[in-house]
């Protein structure tokens, strides 16, 4: 079994066996890899009804404490989280991104640069949530094991990771109810979440708790996919120089000079819009998706697909098909452009496959897409993004290399930010002093 770029390895099996399903057994646990639209579509939206769990992970779950987080949930079990429509603050009004655009948090600003020094959330999925990384999973009567056995390293670092957990839920809710409570809190989901608890819930202990076991799943959910997904907006902008100046030009156009663009610029500003698509599709986040798991069997195309099956959907596989996207692994925003100019709607949109599928399709979608959007408009208004030169006069060329994980991130690359004019940098300066 592969064990890095695992999507890769998958994509290149399905071609040699010229199929877009294939069955994998490993350890006695099936596993399903759906390598094209049409197959994940089919079994995880039409067949949703027997794909919606989710795989046992034992060290992740049972040894590290994330049995907070519902996207890892069964699907029963997720009933009462606080995630729903009604709950989340619209991106465009409560967190007033179309006149401030910035990068949004769930909650305060103030304990953010203490989590994220602190937290290796990254680090954790890494090793341990693939379906393959771990024998624990084929095997989770290993978890009882002492940790002074050899071998049972693991339980050590699952004990030292819990820790994180614990700080990720407990940490940023307690420093959030505070400002609730003095009145100094900017409105977020937990604001929102708690105010509403105020009105007269019962079990108030419980409903409590729920509120902040979905405030840590929407932070473990959102900080990784949108770090890297401006990350590698920017490596993006350093391969394609042209894009940029494209973008600026049509930014230029339609904002008024010394202002950040707007969310109702977006339909001024399709090239934009095709970056950040583009951007998304190109190196997409999250190249498997998060595994589903099948709760009874099921027969498709003439195969039995065992109960207990993971389900794997290959999204990189499927947002690098080059029927549906020609020069797949070329970062070119031009192929969502029609030829009025406007965003090609013939052109599958990414989106369609990049939050996953059925019931379990990410629910931050929309959050993500405008936040993300907003983030790269007000970048591009402001900033010239270039490759940077060493001190002999050599420009440093990026490797455009990626830590291969659950949520991939590019490897640490140089970039060089610099304000496109003396009135960018003002609004620049403006902008950070209002977040600092
Ligand atoms: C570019 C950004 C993002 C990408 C690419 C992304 C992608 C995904 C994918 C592929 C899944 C798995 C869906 C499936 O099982 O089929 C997922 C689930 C999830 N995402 Fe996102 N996501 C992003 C941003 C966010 C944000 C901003 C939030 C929260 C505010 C969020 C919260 C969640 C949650 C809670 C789940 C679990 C849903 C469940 O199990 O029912 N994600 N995401």
């Given at each position: 079994?592969?064990?890095?770029?695992?999507?890769?390895?998958?994509?290149?099996w399905?071609?040699?066996?010229?199929?877009?399903?294939?069955?994998?057994?490993?350890?006695g646990?099936?596993?399903?890899?759906?390598n094209?639209?049409?197959?994940?579509?089919?079994l995880?939206?039409q067949?949703s009804?027997?794909?919606?769990?989710?795989?046992?992970l034992?060290?992740v779950?049972?040894l590290?404490?994330?049995?907070?987080?519902?996207?890892l949930?069964?699907?029963?079990?997720?009933?009462?989280?606080?995630?729903?429509?009604?709950?989340?603050?619209?991106p465009r009004?409560?967190?007033?991104?179309?006149?401030t655009?910035?990068i949004?948090y769930?909650?305060?600003?103030?304990?953010?640069p203490q989590?994220?020094l602190?937290?290796p959330?990254?680090?954790?999925s890494?090793?341990?949530m693939?379906?393959?990384?771990?024998?624990?999973?084929?095997?989770?009567?290993?978890?009882?094991?002492?940790?002074?056995?050899?071998?049972?390293?693991?339980?050590?670092?699952a004990?030292?990771?819990?820790?994180?957990?614990?700080?990720?839920?407990e940490?940023?809710?307690?420093?959030?109810?505070?400002?609730?409570?003095?009145?100094?809190?900017r409105?977020?989901?937990?604001?929102y979440?708690?105010?509403?608890?105020?009105?007269?819930?019962?079990?108030?202990?419980?409903q409590?708790?729920?509120?902040?076991s979905?405030?840590?799943?929407?932070?473990?959910?959102?900080?990784d996919?949108?770090?890297?997904?401006?990350?590698?907006f920017?490596?993006?902008?350093?391969?394609?120089?042209?894009?940029?100046?494209r973008?600026?030009?049509?930014?230029?156009?339609?904002?008024q000079?010394?202002?950040?663009?707007?969310?109702?610029?977006q339909e001024?500003?399709?090239?934009?819009?095709?970056i950040?698509?583009?951007?998304m599709?190109?190196?997409?986040v999250t190249?498997l998706?998060?595994p589903?798991?099948?709760?009874?069997?099921d027969l498709?195309?003439?195969y039995?697909?065992?109960a207990g099956s993971?389900?794997?959907p290959?999204?990189?596989?499927?947002?690098?098909?080059e029927?549906t996207?020609?020069?797949?692994?070329?970062?070119?925003?031009?192929r969502?452009?029609?030829?009025?100019g406007?965003?090609?709607?013939?052109?599958?949109?990414?989106?369609?496959?990049l939050?996953?599928?059925?019931?379990?399709i990410?629910?931050?979608?929309?959050?993500?897409?405008?936040?993300i959007?907003?983030?790269v408009a007000?970048?591009?208004a402001?900033?010239?993004?270039?490759?940077?030169v060493?001190?002999?006069g050599?420009?440093?060329?990026?490797?455009?290399?990626?830590?291969?994980?659950?949520?991939?991130v590019?490897?640490?690359?140089?970039c060089?930010?610099k304000?496109?004019s003396?009135?960018?940098?003002?609004?620049?300066?403006?902008?950070?002093?209002?977040?600092?």
């Amino acid at each position: 079994m592969p064990t890095t770029f695992e999507w890769e390895t998958y994509d290149r099996w399905c071609k040699e066996l010229g199929s877009d399903i294939i069955h994998l057994e490993v350890a006695g646990t099936s596993i399903v890899v759906m390598n094209s639209a049409e197959v994940a579509e089919e079994l995880l939206d039409q067949h949703s009804a027997i794909h919606s769990d989710r795989p046992r992970l034992v060290m992740v779950n049972e040894l590290m404490g994330w049995n907070f987080s519902f996207g890892l949930m069964a699907y029963g079990a997720r009933n009462g989280n606080y995630f729903n429509r009604n709950s989340i603050p619209k991106p465009r009004n409560a967190f007033n991104l179309s006149r401030t655009p910035k990068i949004m948090y769930i909650t305060s600003d103030t304990w953010q640069p203490q989590l994220s020094l602190e937290l290796p959330t990254e680090l954790m999925s890494k090793k341990t949530m693939t379906p393959t990384s771990t024998l624990l999973n084929s095997i989770p009567a290993l978890k009882y094991i002492p940790e002074w056995f050899p071998g049972a390293g693991f339980k050590r670092k699952a004990r030292e990771w819990a820790r994180y957990s614990t700080i990720m839920r407990e940490l940023p809710y307690a420093a959030a109810k505070k400002q609730i409570l003095q009145g100094t809190a900017r409105p977020s989901f937990t604001s929102y979440s708690l105010e509403k608890l105020a009105e007269g819930e019962e079990d108030v202990a419980e409903q409590e708790q729920r509120v902040q076991s979905t405030a840590a799943t929407m932070y473990t959910g959102a900080t990784d996919s949108t770090v890297s997904v401006l990350s590698t907006f920017i490596l993006a902008m350093l391969a394609n120089p042209e894009a940029l100046k494209r973008a600026q030009e049509e930014i230029d156009s339609v904002v008024q000079s010394g202002e950040f663009p707007r969310f109702s610029d977006q339909e001024r500003l399709p090239y934009v819009t095709a970056i950040v698509k583009e951007t998304m599709r190109w190196k997409n986040v999250t190249p498997l998706g998060i595994p589903h798991a099948s709760t009874s069997e099921d027969l498709y195309r003439g195969y039995r697909i065992p109960a207990g099956s993971i389900m794997v959907p290959n999204i990189w596989a499927i947002l690098h098909d080059e029927n549906t996207y020609p020069e797949p692994h070329t970062f070119k925003p031009e192929r969502f452009i029609g030829e009025d100019g406007k965003i090609n709607p013939a052109v599958k949109d990414p989106d369609t496959a990049l939050f996953g599928f059925g019931r379990r399709i990410c629910p931050g979608r929309f959050m993500a897409f405008s936040s993300i959007w907003i983030a790269v408009a007000s970048m591009l208004a402001v900033f010239d993004i270039s490759k940077p030169v060493d001190e002999d006069g050599n420009v440093i060329e990026p490797t455009f290399e990626y830590i291969p994980s659950m949520a991939c991130v590019p490897a640490p690359f140089e970039c060089a930010l610099k304000p496109r004019s003396a009135q960018a940098e003002e609004m620049i300066r403006s902008m950070a002093s209002e977040h600092s």
